[in-house]
């Protein structure tokens, strides 16, 4: 009896190990189980904190948006008035078919009750005047056999003989004369047999029509879940960890966020580098999640792929941009050479910084030193010029062109098609061009400078470009600094409409330092020691 008695007392313990889903995420699943997908469903029960399963009903109803170009989402806002209707008319029973066709159809705009219950086991037939998914009419029949359980959908392949309680009531059945149906009530039984018919004329099979109202919007192809998972801060089950040091800065602002600069210090003896394409590299993923007030407020992922060195710790450095206040940061480490992992989890009290001022001191003065370069720039980036396009779609002649600047800006080159054309060193910072006689592309540039003639800002605008096209440019490093230790990469992307940014990866030379999945498309990157000339770039 030994071995029975401790497989039991071990099922036992695992049973009150396991938390039980909350109350209001249970509730959820049941409202939507009509919806959701086995591997949606899988990955949302193994969530751990309640605001990662927030978000993931955040992107559950954004891949459903049967609209997703307006602010709306049509499906989410109705969803909640059609549970409220099944609990209301079906006591909440959610497995019933009536309940299953009212939360993917909407209320019905008519409902028939059969009335002969010598022949008939309940029946009810449902009219939609209009349907999305048919665009147009819809009836749904559905019985209840042996008067108990739940109502079924009907199905054409099941034939009619289901809806009788003596198969013998329908032998004179026939597609023009319904003389069973007639035994009770001939209006009916004509309204029923012509919802028989107009169903089976259709080929309506309802098992593809709740996919197609599941999978509204072209339906959500499986994709989205890996990818929200790849997003998790939790580590797999007895996965090996490796040491590190987490530290994080907070060295300026963007705009109204302050810059929370986070530094990983991986010690090399507890990585192992990949050798690949004739070069040994260190590979790692980086995840993390800002939570604030109990809901997830940021999640990033990075990818760092830095040359094998002699150093002794490698420095991984991230950026986010944060409102001051509380925060919870989380973020975990795969290095994906020895598939080994590092994880931390520690309060953020982010501060309101100013670029004017000199920031609290490091905790890592080494790495301090190394980014000073990179941190210089944040101290310009409240410094801007944006160039504004006139009005029209395509422009000939005399053009004026003005600029929002900010107020540290001493004077602007304007430069057209390359060439230099005009410097203005008084606001309103402003120019008017000739675009010849015929629209073609120009490209014109505005570069600013402060009151000692470096630049701290620049914008570019094409000229009768091309409509939806796609775009990336660096706005850091700056033309005509020079840089030793570190550098800032920050890139502008530009997107068609209706389109999205899978990841910017940068490149330090012909080698991929870092892979941005998320905005903003900004990345510190530390220099090799000695190097003579280098370069970088944003693809």
């Given at each position: ?414 430069a057209m098609d390359g060439r230099a054309v005009l410097t203005k060193k008084t606001p309103p910072f402003s120019v008017e061009l000739d675009l010849g006689s015929l ?101």
């Open positions: 009896m030994r071995g029975p008695f401790a497989l039991l007392l071990l099922l036992l313990a695992a049973s009150l190990a396991a938390e039980p889903l909350p109350e209001k995420y249970s509730a959820w699943l049941e409202e939507v189980a009509v919806l959701i997908t086995d591997e949606e469903r899988t990955a949302f029960l193994a969530l751990s904190r309640d605001y990662q399963r927030d978000a993931f009903i955040d992107r559950f109803w954004q891949v459903r948006d049967p609209k997703p170009r307006t602010a709306r989402n049509e499906l989410r806002e109705e969803w909640p008035v059609r549970v409220s209707a099944v609990r209301e008319r079906f006591g909440g029973d959610f497995k019933d078919g009536r309940s299953r066709v009212l939360l993917l159809n909407g209320i019905p705009d008519e409902v028939m009750l059969s009335d002969c219950p010598v022949v008939l086991w309940p029946l009810e037939v449902w009219y939609y005047s209009h349907s999305d998914q048919t665009k147009g009419p819809l009836v749904a029949i559905l019985y209840q056999k042996w008067r108990a359980g739940y109502y079924r959908l009907w199905n054409p392949q099941e034939g009619i003989g289901v809806f009788f309680t003596d198969p013998a009531f329908n032998i004179d059945t026939s597609p023009t004369q319904p003389l069973s149906f007639a035994a009770c009530d001939q209006e009916r039984g004509y309204k029923i047999l012509k919802a028989i018919e107009w169903i089976g004329n259709q080929g309506l099979r309802w098992h593809i029509l709740e996919q197609q109202v599941a999978y509204h919007a072209g339906g959500p192809s499986g994709e989205w879940v890996p990818t929200f998972n790849s997003y998790s801060t939790d580590l797999p089950e007895g996965a090996p960890v490796f040491n590190a040091r987490l530290d994080v800065e907070f060295p300026g602002k963007r705009q109204s966020r302050t810059v929370l600069q986070g530094i990983l210090a991986v010690p090399s003896s507890e990585i192992a580098a990949v050798q690949l394409a004739g070069s040994r590299t260190y590979n790692f993923l980086l995840t993390g999640e800002v939570v604030r007030e109990g809901e997830l407020f940021d999640s990033f992922r990075y990818r760092f792929d830095l040359p094998a060195s002699q150093s002794d710790t490698l420095p991984l450095i991230f950026q986010r941009t944060l409102r001051p206040g509380e925060y919870n940061l989380v973020v975990k480490l795969e290095d994906m050479g020895s598939g080994r992992f590092f994880r931390a989890e520690r309060p953020l009290n982010v501060p309101a910084v100013d670029n004017d001022m000199p920031p609290p001191p490091p905790s890592d003065p080494e790495t301090a030193r190394l980014m000073i370069e990179a941190n210089a720039a944040l101290a310009s980036g409240e410094t801007v010029i944006q160039l504004l396009e006139p009005f029209g779609e395509l422009k000939t002649g005399m053009n004026r062109f003005d600029t929002v600047t900010s107020a540290d800006i001493a004077k602007v080159t304007f629209p073609k592309p120009r490209m014109l540039s505005a570069t600013a400078f402060d009151a000692s003639g470096r630049e701290v800002a620049r914008d570019e605008l094409l000229v009768n470009a091309a409509y939806n096209r796609f775009r990336v440019r660096l706005a850091e490093p700056r033309q005509g600094q020079s840089y030793a230790s570190s550098v800032p990469v920050r890139a502008e992307v530009e997107v068609p409409d209706g389109e999205s940014i899978e990841r910017v990866e940068v490149f330090l030379d012909d080698a991929r330092v870092a892979t941005l999945f998320q905005p903003p498309w900004e990345q510190a990157v530390i220099l090799p020691q000695g190097a003579a000339l280098a370069y970088v770039r944003a693809v």
